[in-house]
């Protein structure tokens, strides 16, 4: 299974939660998720990422699968 079907197998397990990048680096590697997300929106995907301070570490980052039933509300 490649890095990508790992990657929308999870954010689609989670769906319409925020996955954290060590969650993610869990199934795939952390650094290819940048480019594994965006051949998903290319092909159709709405995947979101959040990008969170945390005081005194670096920023926490998340991405989450969009479902039609969130994107609604």
């Not at 769906?15 to 869990?26: H, K, Y």
């Amino acid at each position: 299974m490649s890095d990508k079907a790992r990657l929308l197998s999870l954010l689609q397990r989670y769906a319409d939660t925020w996955v954290s990048l060590p969650q993610i680096g869990e199934v795939c590697s952390p650094y290819s998720v940048t480019k594994r997300v965006s051949e998903l929106r290319r092909e159709g995907y709405e995947v979101e990422n959040r990008l969170t301070p945390v005081p005194g570490a670096r920023t926490k980052s998340e991405y989450r699968l969009v479902t039609q039933k969130s994107a609604a509300a």
